[in-house]
């Protein structure tokens, strides 16, 4: 199986680990990662799609199109760019007046939407293509982990086109997380947005940080070990805005934060060098060595 | 009609009499609503497109009724239309929300009771204006002047931009809150999307659009995943905020961003740790991106000059800056 890997900004101008893991990772699934040369910010739908819904469409179009000219589905690891890239395509597919509005502006780039591929999130071809059991048994080391999974607004919404699982209670992250040995704690408010999309990060930092406080405040209640999310702009709001929350809340939340690709990376064996955890603002050390706690008491057994 | 209407009243002030023992308070209630029924006949005007609005939340009745007016909930008045709209609704809706307006007052005065208990009936009209400026003082929030809507704040066009859009299931609303009432954003801010869907339908484009809680929705999809009429209200918020733009209400902040995928075709640019970080673990400093390929990133710029999206944003080209 071949893929057209889209990386979007945030995850490869920030938090490299997750792309690094992710290489390693479908190495070892055999399935090949082709880089899509030249593609651009997906362009964020919460910012870009709030401006100008033609630039936006437009931009996500070109993205599309090199996908296209590669003859692969397109694979993101983020919801944004999932957001974008899916909803355009889907978009463009079923909107003749639109897809002929976008082509003219593609045009001025040498380009044109065919409409040929489809767009995956990383988590749906994990869960979908290479299944939980095969995921399973790549785990080196089980990783016994207490995990608030956050799944993020842009990956199963909106449902009536996206149709992964249901928005309001589903299962899928929960099982691929399960397949590493770690347990998903239920939460409250599991589905509460991070509080960064829409422009709102950028625009009003203290509403953003009022959505994060509540998560955090419903995790840490729930006791858990880190959060796990897949998209690298929640990813960055855990752990960013978690130091930004302190700041302004006066809390000492220290909840490690993995990108699933991540997690999946700690469970086949890559080490924190490899993950890039030492660039998070949040300390991954304690969840770092629980597993090494365990791992050791396993081994003594 | 207007029976039913005098006897629900009756009933309930008898009952707000027994409750608070204040007798006055009774015809002070009485003296409101006769000011009420003898403005409704002076107004005429034929407009089917405000009869179409008013007719459906029209809470607002009259300046004078203060007691009215001053129940409204805050989400709830500016949505409200005209006082002459009042007379154009049918006769059926007519009765339907004085009913439940007048409710509203006497529960209102049942919390009150001690109020202006003195004031007879003739005093009271004259001297309307000055108990509505006390109990204004006491009980709202509410700006009556500026903030009552008129004809002139109703653009069509506006409402027909949503439409042509494809998003025409704004008209599909029926106003039942699911929407605001699982809003993560409307329980920390004033964002109030049921009022922004209502809005966009009623063509107030100026509320709508000089708004700032207009930029407080995450687009989490919420309200559209659980609204009962399958509106794609996140795509309304969106165009809302197109319109928005496109008349000069953008943050710097966001203009910034577009900026960055202007210069560098990424909304977060490489920055120097990231790189460093990347030659660690085996990849390349510089991702396989627009930051790799200046043919690339050209593309995009010639994207974001024919859809006018520099103009929009007001970057200038020739510095390579935000103006």
Known sequence: MEIAYFLGCIMNNRYPGIEKATRILFDKLNIELNDMAG?????????????????WASIAARNITIAED??????????????????????????EEMKDEINEVLAEAGREFKGTVNVRHFAEILYNEVGLDKLADLVDNPLDLNVAVHYGCHFLKPTEEIQIDNAEKPTILDNIVEATGAKSVPYKDKML??????????????????????????????????????????HLQFDVGQTEVNKKY???????????????GLAIGLGSNELTLDSHLIDTDPALAKLVAASDKATGE | MMSKVCFSMSVLERLKAFLTGAKNDVSENKSDKEVLNQKKPEKTKDDLKSKQTSS????????????????????????????????ETSESEEVAETSESEETTVEETMEEPSESSDVDEEELEEEDENDKKDEKDNMTLLDEENGKLTLDSVDPDFTQIFIDAGIDTVEHCFQCGTCTGGCPSGRRTPYRIRQIVRKCLMGLKDEVISDDALWMCTTCYTCQERCPREIKIVEIVKMARNIAAENGFMAPA?????????????????????MELRKRVGLGELPPTTHSFPEALEEVQKICEATGFNDLIGFNKETGELE
Do not use: W, Y
């Open chain 1, 39 to 55: 593609a651009s910010c997906c362009p964020a739908p919460g910012v870009f799609g709030s401006f100008d819904k033609k630039t």
């Open chain 1, 193 to 234: 947005c991070c509080g960064a999309g829409g422009g709102l990060r950028s625009r009003d930092i203290d509403v953003t940080l009022s959505f994060t406080k509540e998560k955090l405040d419903n995790m840490t209640a729930a006791g858990v070990d880190a959060i796990v999310n897949v998209c690298p702009f929640c």
């Open chain 2, 254 to 274: 966001h203009k910034a961003t577009g900026s960055f995928v202007i210069k560098t075709g990424h909304g977060v640019p490489i920055n120097d740790a990231t």
């Open chain 2, 56 to 87: 459906k939340d029209t809470n607002e009745k009259e300046k004078t009724d203060s007691s009215i007016a001053e129940t409204s909930e805050n989400e709830e008045v500016a949505e409200t239309s005209q006082p002459e709209e009042v007379a």
């Open chain 1, 70 to 95: 590669m003859g692969s589905d397109i694979m993101t690891e983020c919801n944004g760019c999932f957001g974008s890239l899916f909803e355009t395509n889907h978009m463009l597919k079923h909107d």
């Open chain 1, 250 to 264: 006066g809390t000492n939340f220290a909840i490690p934060v993995f990108h699933l690709a991540q997690l999946l």
